[in-house]
């Protein structure tokens, strides 16, 4: 039998996505305490309509389709409120997930502006503030900006993000599928104003996009971590870039496996073995565990199964995750070993 890792072991997810991380249970229940009208009554069918099947196909764009339904049934303070708190208190439950960053958009969680931001970010916090009555976790929120979204809206996200870090927002984030109208170095400014004030970034890139955006990113917006980051195996610049710089990537498995991003488990095999070569730090998360049916230790079993990551590897990639999260935790982690952006904001309030 594989050795597997000790559920003693204390987790750190990083890279999770609201919209992906409750029980469709717990969202149909949702969906009707607010009179959602669904595109079915049959519980069955609503499942599979917000989690992955064999029955559809696999894609990119099939895979973001998923959250049309979450984000709508999540669009409220109530809503919000009681994800976070599920969210939260099921990871530490089902996986010993003692540090949880939850990210999300908020203007995606407002109908259009029909919901005040500000309520929507509050009940986000107090959902967070409910499970860490209950459970000894240490949760955090990231704002995802959007690449469809015009940069005036992404940048009143930044400014949110910054009004609201003393309350549990810990970094901001940029995501969503490729756009004619994004480009990487408009937002330079943006993410220095956000460091300036201790918030910790990271950026979807090397998944879906083209593989130089990885360097671009690097370069242009020098971000702590990058979400998912798998085609920079790909690049010997931004490996380099990558390792030299300290940054951390968000490896998600299954999600790669899903929207084909990564064509299976062998070429999986050569992009780990490709970032150990690096010295390139890495960490295993799920990018939605309920919308893909997967949960880190899941994910770590699976690796350690094809022989891809030796249980010494899958704790290495555990205690990176702790050390990497953007959760302030001063006496647990060594500056050293801190994000540069968490460790400035210490630095701060320490002088």
């Keep these: 039998m594989v050795r597997t890792l000790s559920r003693k072991i204390p987790l750190a997810e990083l890279h999770c996505h609201l919209g992906g991380a409750v029980t469709p249970a717990i969202m149909w229940s949702i969906a009707h305490a607010q009179g959602i009208k669904l595109p079915t009554r049959d519980y069955w069918e609503f499942r599979d309509t917000i989690t992955v099947s064999e029955k559809r196909n696999r894609s990119f764009d099939g895979y973001l389709q998923l959250f049309h339904w979450t984000e709508l049934i999540q669009s409220s303070p109530i809503a919000v409120e009681r994800a976070v708190y599920e969210v939260v208190g099921g990871a530490y439950r089902k996986n010993n997930v003692t540090t949880t960053e939850l990210r999300f958009n908020p203007m995606k969680r407002n109908r259009g502006g029909e919901q005040d931001l500000d309520h929507i970010i509050a009940a986000a916090t107090r959902g967070m503030d409910r499970a860490s009555l209950e459970y000894p976790v240490k949760p955090g929120l990231i704002f995802c900006l959007d690449r469809a979204f015009p940069f005036e809206l992404n940048e009143i996200i930044v400014e949110k993000a910054i009004a609201w870090r003393d309350r549990g927002v810990v970094g901001i984030d940029i995501a969503g599928p490729e756009s004619a109208t994004f480009r990487v170095a408009d ?10 004030f201790g918030l910790g970034l990271t950026v979807h890139t090397g998944e879906a996009g083209p593989i130089d955006e990885v360097a ?23 490996m380099a870039m990558i390792r030299e710089r300290g940054i951390v990537l968000e490896i998600c498995p299954s999600s790669n496996l899903n929207t084909r991003v990564v064509s299976g488990w062998d070429e999986f095999r050569w992009i780990f073995d490709t970032f150990r070569r690096n010295e390139v730090r890495f960490t295993i998360n799920t990018d939605g565990p309920e919308m893909l049916k997967t949960y880190i230790r899941d994910e770590m079993a699976s690796l350690g199964r094809y022989g891809i990551l030796s249980v010494e590897d899958q704790e290495q990639a555990a205690a990176t995750s702790l050390a990497a999260s953007f959760v302030p935790n ?17 630095e701060r309030e320490e002088a």
Excluded: N
Aim: aromatic share 6%; no cysteine.
């Design 187 to 196: 937002y330079r400014r943006l993410f220095r104003r956000a460091r300036q």
């Design 216 to 238: 671009r990113v690097v370069e242009l917006l020098e971000p702590d971590r990058i979400g998912h980051g798998v085609k920079a195996a790909y690049d010997p610049r931004a």
């Design 330 to 346: 001063v006496s647990d982690v060594p500056a050293a070993r801190m994000a540069p952006a968490t460790r400035v904001a210490v």
